[in-house]
């Protein structure tokens, strides 16, 4: 097995396959497959992975690995087979499928190295090369760059004298931590003390501590516990009395926080009825699909906690995803109160060092649980024994870059390796999964009562035309206001929740209309308060808001739409007495903001928690009895065939926030389209007859789940080439599929020009057309040369969830 075969890092066609490299003597039996190794391509050296080992190749002059990256594979060879299929559903490059396995940590990183080259003569070059590479062999890019002296060393490479090179490097470093430890025994110490001389009382000090206590401590800790600087141990250290080493440590995003231990629960009748046929999948090593149905606070959560119990006890390791959203501080203690140490968490808010960390400890197999968002489908067990999906419908399971997974498809796929069962969960499931329970295809659970039989909150509409026709034009109807006010009397807690998806403040002339747009893309500017900036959120565009309007010079230009900080505004205007926390982008994008926010508003320390999507999840609060949903509608009118189900489902979470315990929950959703049937119905808390209605409406115009759709987006500078390509592509589709099929393009995105690029789709309607993976790769294929020259970019999502 001297040959290793491997996938390099450069996402292309010709290198989407595996190459052979020699494995050089001295590392005969240390290279496995799963490695990532650092092999020379072409003129550098890159990174890669090794799928596998053989003895021979079907090429003679094979170049050698010039080292491994790793001492153990980062890829199971479970992974590594995953990678293969990742790639077909996908449509992705091998490279890329392994890369979105990893945390970004082990990504690779490359530094432009310019070497001087063995031929050079270093006398011979200009006196400006020679100074740069004086005392060294070797000067980064982003020195010769800084040095302004790279047409210089352009020339010089062009001659041979300097050559480029590429380093691997990796992007983050185990943390490591100085300890100080007794170096002499406890005599040596003794003795030491007694010789010291009177005045040197810090040393004395920290010998003793040293005979009462002769375990390495850490460095920093010793200091401020003694009050002392390295200055006092740095003679003990001389002397050989005292040592110094670095020890790894896992960094710790819990800190010291304790979790409080949980015992699980007696299950109700109810319970029982759904985790049964989990648990006898489990144990009858069988795999299946279950859609956990269960209304908000029906006690999904418990049956996930003991179905897990159960995995744990056959010595078993379990995947719970969990929107990013709603990886809240709640959510995660749910899981360490009842698993401890076992649980290792993934999720966007902790660096990519302890991101990496959490990653290790499951690959060494010191924990059995992971919680995290989407990629920790992937994380590295190897006796997997069940996945759970909490939230399922969530549209943030789909990766919206290359690979464009869905975290859902990867469960089943690795649980059917494992031959274990995954659990979807939710109160609203995503169309598509009820569809499958409906048919056979997922087993259905339902859970539907909330526990204790508390009732489901009651819900008003309001109509908001209704509230301006009478005079008020406030953002709050005046039965939110009441109630609201009843609420502070009472010391009861309120949720106000506002849609941000979907609209956001504009600027926009109040005498002409005029909305200021982004000049590089087809998209109004969005006005940021703090900075009283505007910004384009597509390209980064930014200016100032104009005194006047560039079309009729009138000074009534302003901006629009509602944020939450002009809802706090207003707050603080009707009721100046309400104590308001609020959570948005903005006050939780420090680290820990969002916990301790969450934890004051459950102390009791604020009456309304505002906020947006992030709080119309997970939230379990006994004391909020009353909900207000400021504006129900404002996904409604987005260019996508799912916005009625979003917005029914984040309407019905929403309201699932009230009065979950003992104190009963009202709510109140304000809009301005309360004859909508996703408005109405959420009003109604019935997801069954939802379902009906829209399950029709998908019929109807043959969408999901009736059909299968995969969309191509095209883009280019030039708006003919992008829709003469577009219409090229739509063609050559329609040519390979069968008349059941629709193809529908040349047609403009929905946003269609981006950063100055023109953007066309083809949308493609199927029912089964096993060519279609195939002929949309042979598109890719066909366009390679100009998608790599840059001026063409043409993506293709088998399964989109944003039609933008
Ligand atoms: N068997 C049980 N006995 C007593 N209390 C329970 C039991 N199961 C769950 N609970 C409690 O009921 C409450 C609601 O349960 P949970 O949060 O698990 O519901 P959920 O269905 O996950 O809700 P949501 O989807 O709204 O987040 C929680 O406070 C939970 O501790
Ligand atoms: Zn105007
Ligand atoms: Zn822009």
């Not at 293969?84 to 990893?102: F, G, N, R």
């Not at 390495?216 to 002392?228: A, D, N, T, V, Y």
């Not at 190897?382 to 996945?387: F, P, Q």
């Amino acid at each position: 097995m001297n040959i290793a075969s491997v996938i390099v890092d450069v996402p292309a066609k010709q290198t989407d396959r595996a190459f052979d490299y020699k494995i050089p003597g001295h590392l005969a039996g240390v290279i496995q497959p799963g490695m990532r190794v650092i092999v020379p391509f072409g003129p550098r050296k890159i990174q890669g992975f090794v799928t596998g080992l053989k003895t021979e190749s079907e090429f003679s002059q094979l170049k050698s690995i010039a080292e491994p990256m790793d001492l153990n594979p980062v890829l199971n060879q479970e992974l590594l087979s995953l990678g293969d299929w990742l790639t077909e559903k996908t449509l992705c490059y091998k490279i890329s499928a392994y890369q979105a396995m990893l945390p970004a940590a082990l990504k690779a990183k490359y530094e432009k190295k310019l070497v001087l080259a063995e031929k050079a003569d270093r006398v011979a070059l200009p006196e400006k090369v020679q100074t740069l590479f004086e005392n060294t062999e070797a000067i980064t890019w982003d020195e010769a760059v800084k040095d302004g002296t790279l047409s210089l060393l352009q020339k010089e490479a062009t001659n041979g004298n300097i050559d480029i090179i590429y380093q691997v490097k990796e992007r983050v470093k185990k943390k490591k931590v100085k300890q100080v430890f007794p170096a002499a025994d406890r005599n040596g110490l003794a003795e030491y003390i007694e010789k010291l001389p009177a005045n040197a009382t810090k040393q004395k000090e920290v010998l003793e501590y040293f005979l009462q206590d002769d375990s390495p401590i850490e460095q920093k800790e010793l200091f401020s516990f003694l009050r002392i600087t390295s200055s006092t141990i740095k003679g003990l250290i001389q002397k050989g009395l005292l040592g110094q080493k670095e020890v790894e440590i896992y960094r710790n995003p819990f800190g010291d926080r304790e979790f409080k231990r949980t015992e699980p629960l007696p299950l109700t009748e109810e319970q029982r009825k759904a985790i049964i046929p989990i648990l006898n999948s489990i144990e009858e090593k069988r795999h299946g699909t279950f859609l956990l149905y269960g209304v908000t606070g029906s006690g999904k959560t418990e049956v996930y906690l003991q179905s897990i119990q159960r995995v744990l006890q056959d010595g078993k390791e379990a995947i719970v995803l969990v929107p990013e959203i709603s990886l809240t501080p709640q959510m995660v203690n749910r899981f360490k109160g009842r698993f401890g140490d076992q649980v290792a968490v993934m999720h966007s808010g902790l660096s990519a060092g302890e991101k990496y960390d959490e990653w290790r400890k499951i690959q060494r197999k010191e924990v059995k649980v992971v919680v995290g968002a989407r990629s920790a489908i992937f994380a590295p067990f190897e006796n997997l024994g069940i996945v759970i999906i909490d939230e399922e419908h969530e549209t943030s399971y789909k990766q919206e870059e290359n690979p464009r997974y869905h975290a859902r498809d990867v469960a089943i796929e690795r649980a059917g390796k494992y031959k274990c069962p995954v659990v979807l969960g939710s109160a609203t499931p995503s169309l598509e999964s009820f569809a499958r329970a409906h048919k056979g295809v997922y087993q259905l659970l339902s859970l539907p009562k909330r526990m204790n039989n508390q009732s489901l909150p009651s819900v008003e509409i309001i109509d908001m035309r209704e509230e301006l026709r009478e005079g008020n034009r406030s953002m709050f109807s005046r039965v939110l206001l009441d109630k609201i006010k009843d609420r502070l009397e009472k010391k009861e807690q309120i949720v106000l929740f506002l849609n941000k998806r979907g609209h956001s403040s504009f600027v926009m002339c109040r005498d002409c209309g005029y909305v200021i747009n982004c000049p590089h893309c087809d998209i109004s500017l969005t006005y940021h308060r703090f900075n009283q900036q505007m910004k384009c959120h597509y390209c980064g565009y930014e200016a100032s808001v104009p005194n006047t309007c560039p079309e009729c010079e009138s000074e009534h230009i302003r901006y629009f739409g509602t944020g939450t900080q002009k809802v706090e505004e207003e707050l603080a205007k009707v009721l100046p007495e309400a104590k308001v926390i609020r959570m948005d982008v903005d006050t939780t994008s420090r680290k820990g903001s969002h916990e301790k926010l969450l934890d004051q508003f459950q102390e009791g320390h604020a009456d309304i928690l505002l906020g947006t999507q992030m709080i119309a999840k997970g939230l379990d609060f006994p004391n909020i009895t009353l909900v207000g949903v400021l504006s129900a509608d404002t996904m409604l009118h987005l260019p996508d065939f799912r916005s009625s189900e979003k917005t029914f489902q984040l309407l019905t979470q929403v309201s699932g926030r009230a009065g979950r315990h003992e104190l009963e929950g009202e709510v109140i959703i304000q809009t301005y389209t309360p004859e909508h049937y996703s408005v109405e119905l959420s009003g109604e808390q019935d997801y069954d007859k939802f379902y009906e209605r829209e399950m029709m409406v998908r019929k109807i115009h043959r969408y999901p789940p009736f059909y299968y759709i995969s969309l191509v987006t095209v883009s280019h500078e030039e708006l003919m080439k992008s829709v003469s390509v577009t219409e090229k592509i739509t063609q050559y589709i329609q040519s390979r599929l069968s008349a059941e099929s629709i193809v529908l393009g040349p047609v403009a995105s929905p946003i269609p020009r981006i950063n100055n690029r023109y953007r066309y789709q083809c949308l493609i309607k199927y029912k089964r057309e096993p060519e279609l993976g195939r002929a949309l790769k042979k598109v890719l294929d066909n366009y390679q040369h100009e998608i790599a020259a840059g001026g063409l970019a043409i993506s293709v999502d088998l399964n989109p969830y944003i039609l933008m």
